[in-house]
């Protein structure tokens, strides 16, 4: 296997925000670049004998979705419209992200789900489309599963559960 | 469709080549008013997103042969392809096919323009057997991987 297309790795949002059986929502459509932002913590201190320490304080995961044209048909239209028009905070803004790496010829695919903040960062933009670009935050609850994905990128989790609460 | 057989078939819905012509010819054109051609002129990638979908681009250029006896009727030529821009423009969301890998893949027009329309040729230098005009038209269309 060649490297990996960017296309190999997918990200997918519960487009229920909290309902009992996640909806995979596949996103990146029409953006050309999204990386997850670790956002690494680390402390360096040094102490009197000049020894020097390191404490490793985790990461704060987060990307950016730049381009995302407002489109009624699509799963995460509603709930994005309504927390940017609305104004909506907290538990509103609360779902779950899962990530899925193709880099096998074939399945099952490994993947992580976790929690997540969804973010609009603004709406409007110029003309070609309303857009509302958004952040998405993960908060924790990582676990592993494996996948399958059909052509038309629809995932189907094979093993693993995906832990969490969200509400 | 592909995006050639779509294009041809939206400027054929245009209400004035389908009140005159019905038809319009790829890569040819009658030199009697009134004709229609269309001559694909290239395809390229503009970008890939981050799913695989390719964002592509296909340019053409239109031959129309016009009457032009007097300037009643060279003003309503231009007339004509002014119009056909602007109709143009707002045929958006077509849908269209396109062969990746040997595999179909649909996708849709998301822009449609046409622009530089110019008198091209004017044969035995007079306009009784009708002048050629060309328009230069750029399709915008995504194939979904």
Not at chain 1, 72 to 101: N, S
Request: glycine share 8%.
């Amino acid at each position: 296997m060649a490297k990996l297309k960017r296309s190999a790795l997918l990200h997918y949002i519960d487009s229920t925000f909290g309902g009992s059986t996640p909806a995979w929502s596949v996103i990146g459509k029409d953006v050309e670049d999204m990386s997850v932002e670790l956002n690494p913590e680390t402390e360096t201190a040094k102490n009197i004998l000049d020894e020097t320490s390191v404490n490793d304080n985790g990461y704060s995961p987060q990307f950016s979705v730049d381009t995302y044209y407002a489109d009624p048909t699509d799963d995460i239209y509603e709930k994005l419209r309504d927390i940017a028009m609305e104004r909506k905070t907290g538990d509103d803004c609360r779902t779950k992200v899962m990530e899925v790496l193709i880099d096998k010829t074939e399945g099952p695919y490994t993947a992580w789900t976790e929690d997540c903040i969804v973010k609009p960062s603004s709406y409007g933009g110029a003309t070609g489309g309303v857009r509302i670009p958004y952040t998405v935050t993960f908060c924790g609850n990582r676990t592993q599963v494996s996948v399958n994905i059909a052509a038309d990128k629809t995932v189907t989790i094979v093993t693993g559960t995906v832990q969490g609460n969200t509400p | 469709m592909n995006i050639i057989e779509k294009v041809k078939d939206i400027l054929q819905r245009f209400p004035k080549i389908s009140q005159v012509v019905n038809s319009v010819h790829i890569d040819f054109t009658d030199d009697t008013p009134t004709s229609y051609g269309l001559s694909p002129t290239g395809d390229k990638v503009i970008y890939e997103d981050v799913l695989g979908d390719l964002h592509k681009q296909h340019s053409f250029l239109l031959f129309v042969t016009f009457g032009s006896v007097n300037d009643y009727e060279r003003l309503a030529n231009s007339s004509v392809l002014l119009e056909l821009s602007d109709w143009l423009r707002s045929q958006t969301g077509e849908e269209v096919e396109t062969l990746i890998d040997g595999r179909k893949c649909n996708g849709e027009i998301t822009k449609l323009t046409a622009e530089n329309g110019t008198l091209l040729a004017v044969p035995e230098e007079n306009g009784f057997q009708g002048v050629q005009y060309q328009l230069q038209i750029t399709a915008e269309y995504t194939a979904y991987v």
